[in-house]
């Protein structure tokens, strides 16, 4: 053989073993290419004996069964030293010679593989998730990636949730305030993550007594691993803060109530002065006594006004979204956030603390691009008698597509507000939030459920399967007229 020949073999049998180590690695996986990966390797290996055999055998390979197969694999290092192995193999198969050719196949996606790949590029595009920070819009259309939408809600939850949702009626009736036009009859729940049981979490949130306001607020667990410091402090000051500006602006004429609300989350902010950041939304009613709601949304918290209406052919469940917010991101899971960091004045005390990493941190990143509450998302909603308002941070909307929330709802809504006028009265706001809490986390903890969170992860390039474990922060306020 000639030096050119002899190369051009060996490069041939280079580039055979590469292709089997990758095949056999494609074996080992759980991809969907696992049985193309195992028809090819079965290929490459006949392909491997052919040459050593004679093309005289190699109709006989094409018939082997898969023992027969197997039982070859494992003999390969003997067939080279067995000169007779051609009489045996032809007292086992009396076949005629196959054209080499046959070996010369593509191996190829099976004509299903095929379809589902076009059905992907033919999706239409209101089906597809929507990467956000999304446009801002007052109205959503009811819609919802939800594998199984449509199907008997009891189906596929567990009892002791569905159950939760059906026994959100008050036990005693609730006195009507003696100020007239509409309130927020509210009811909080929160369930921190697993791991942060002992600390409650860091999540906050307030409600106002009078019924005239209520917000969340998700303080950013990094300040705690990264520098030891509390990041519910921060999250607490600011909540706190926005209830005290609700109170004392809730019969202020003249008000705008989504400038209410901004005003609320502008002044929680000043009331800071723990280090941290948090993200957070603040709703607030008109103080004129007007059907509107104003809400200031900075970060990925998210509100949703849930409206029971009479069902009908095309639309058989009765609750659906009348408005919602969009969240901010800055890039996938990371969310617009306001913060408090210490500034130069701060500096030697840090250091004096043994908290120098914080000061270090802080002169690196500089404050150049930090959130204020101007860049916050401000909405004004037109609400009604017997609307739900549901507030929650992303640890409940990571987990619950809006149509599941729509049809947990329809399990509370549906005959109490078919019964008569003042059917929302009836409503206790506290258990429907825990309800909704309790959903989220089931969802949280099912690594195959598909997620509103798992769907922006894979959108942004990301492999997430299941939901997101994450403290959970629901505030359930239900319109009411007095």
Not at 75 to 84: I, M, P, R, T
Not at 193 to 219: M, W, Y
Not at 423 to 450: G, H, K, M
Request: net charge negative.
């Amino acid at each position: 053989m000639c030096a050119s020949g002899l190369e051009k073999s060996n490069e041939k049998v280079v580039n055979t073993k590469v292709l089997e180590k990758q095949l056999q690695k494609l074996l080992a996986g759980s991809s969907h290419l696992q049985v193309h990966a195992q028809a090819s390797l079965k290929l490459l290996m006949r392909k491997k004996l052919r040459s050593k055999i004679g093309s005289r055998f190699e109709a006989k390979l094409d018939k082997f069964d898969g023992k027969l197969e197997e039982k070859l694999e494992n003999k390969e290092n003997e067939l080279e030293s067995k000169l007779d192995y051609e009489d045996e193999l032809e007292n086992k198969l009396d076949v005629k010679a196959t054209p080499a050719s046959q070996w010369m196949r593509q191996i190829s996606a099976p004509a299903a593989v095929q379809q589902m790949q076009e059905v992907k590029e033919v999706q239409p595009e209101e089906e597809r998730p929507v990467m956000r920070r999304e446009a801002k819009s007052a109205l959503l259309h009811h819609s919802s990636t939800c594998p199984g939408y449509g199907r008997p809600t009891p189906g596929f939850w567990p009892s002791f949730v569905v159950e939760l949702f059906q026994n959100v009626r008050r036990e005693k009736p609730v006195e009507a305030a003696s100020e007239s036009g509409f309130r927020l009859m509210c009811g909080s729940f929160q369930m921190p993550h697993p791991q942060k049981a002992s600390t409650g979490g860091e999540d906050s949130l307030f409600v106002c007594p009078n019924g005239s306001a209520a917000g969340v607020a998700d303080g950013v667990g990094e300040w705690q691993w990264r520098f030891g410091l509390d990041p519910r402090a921060f999250a607490d000051e600011l909540m706190h803060g926005a209830r005290t500006a609700g109170e004392q602006t809730q019969f202020q004429v003249g008000l705008a109530a989504e400038t209410r609300a901004a005003l609320m989350l502008s002044e929680g902010y000043q009331a800071t002065s723990s280090f941290g950041s948090a993200t957070a939304l603040v709703a607030a009613l008109d103080p004129s006594g007007e059907a509107k709601l104003g809400v200031a949304n900075l970060g990925d918290s998210g509100l949703r006004v849930l409206r029971w209406s009479e069902p009908s052919v095309d639309s058989p469940n009765s609750v659906h979204i009348a408005y919602r917010t969009s969240e901010q991101q800055h890039a996938f899971n990371c969310p617009f956030q306001l913060a408090r960091l210490p500034e130069p004045k701060d500096y030697a005390g840090l250091r004096a603390q043994g908290m120098g990493s914080l000061v270090r941190a802080v002169e690196k990143s500089g404050c150049s691009s930090q959130d204020l509450p101007a860049s916050a998302d401000a909405y004004t909603f037109e609400v009604q008698e017997g609307d739900v308002v549901l507030l929650g941070t992303d640890g409940f909307f990571d987990n619950l597509h809006d149509a599941e929330v729509c049809e947990l709802a329809h399990l509370s809504l549906e005959a109490t507000f078919r019964s008569n006028e003042k059917s929302a009265w009836q409503i206790d706001p506290t258990r429907l939030a825990q309800a909704y809490a309790e959903a989220a986390r089931v969802r949280s903890e099912d690594t195959a459920a598909r997620t509103p969170f798992g769907d922006l992860a894979r959108q942004a390039g990301l492999q997430h399967m299941g939901g997101k474990m994450d403290d959970i922060s629901v505030v359930v306020a239900v319109v009411v007229k007095v």
